[in-house]
């Protein structure tokens, strides 16, 4: 299964801002404030039962 997460970074509040796509169509859009990024992901992979699955990420410009 193809799993896509893009993120982009709002520096004017400090938020990080996810865009999950996946093959079956699933969809979901989440905004982290006072997170790294590294534990911005590591709470949206829990909360969407995505641990331990392979996920492309890739920045927005």
């Known amino acids: 299964m193809t799993r896509y997460l ?14 999950y796509v ?3 169509g699933n969809r979901s859009t989440n905004n982290y404030m006072g997170y790294s990024l590294r534990k911005a992901i590591q709470v949206f992979r829990w909360r969407n039962n995505l641990d331990y699955k392979h ?7």
């Not at 893009?6 to 865009?19: C, Q, R």
């Open 22 to 24: 996946d093959e079956n």
């Open 6 to 19: 893009f993120y982009s970074l709002n520096e004017h509040n400090g938020a990080i801002n996810f865009n």
């Open 55 to 61: 996920i492309t990420i890739q920045k927005l410009s």
